[in-house]
């Protein structure tokens, strides 16, 4: 083997050897846009914010969803309290809270006991499998809850790029 | 243009308890997303929507980014009178836009 065939091999073969690194590098951009990896918040950290030290239960409060959802950027989600909803005793609002997406807070709804029943859905965004929570202030100032955990194949944090 | 669409029962007697649907077209850019050249498109979404019956106000929505373009909301109403439902939201970039429509009981 003669020095010049040596050295054409060895450019080859650092060659080869970026061929398969570059674009590893350039698709980390693409990975940060997943935000599957960001980090997943705590029950308290999702409530607190809003409870503020009042008194939580985990009743009368029922989500309803796909358990999986194809699509996360449109996930069907109706939340149930049960209330009398009357003049003494109602729901004032309801909260939607995401452990995962960028925004925890996903909706506030105000109602009161002109609405006679404290049912509402929404269709909401999901980042990714996470548990959703529903919370539900009570007009003397306690809050309900309950969590159900929805299945996303495909986040709604990714884009066509 | 952005438009809204509302739903009820086409009876309503007084004292039912109704069910109301209502659509709202709007992008609701969430700011975290790319268009097609690469650029990030501005975070637009729409901050409030309040439904008023006459005068009293029936229900309030302040949506963020975790809800989906042309956002859908269902609630419930106790039907009394005939009244004006009028529906009104506001964006990001301060458009506002209204709809009205006449909420009849029999």
Redesign the interface.
Known sequence: MNVDSWLRRKSLKSLLLAGMTLPWLMGRDALA?RMNSGLLLTLEDMVQPIVKGAKIFKKDVQIEAPILADNG???PL?VQVQSPMSTENYVTHIY?L?QR???T????????P????A????????AGTQEVVALARLSNGEFCYNQMEIIVTES??V??? | MMSARVQWPEKVRADDIVKVRMLIQHPMDTGYLQDLTGKVVPRNIIRTVTCHLGKQEVFRVEPSSGISANPFFEFYIRATVTAEFKIEWTDDKGMTGQHLQIFNVT
């Open positions: 846009q950027s449109l996930v109706e939607l995401s997406n960028p925004v807070q996903m909706a506030m709804f105000q109602l009161g002109w609405n006679a029943r049912n509402v859905s929404t269709r909401v965004r999901l709604a944090c884009d066509a790029s």
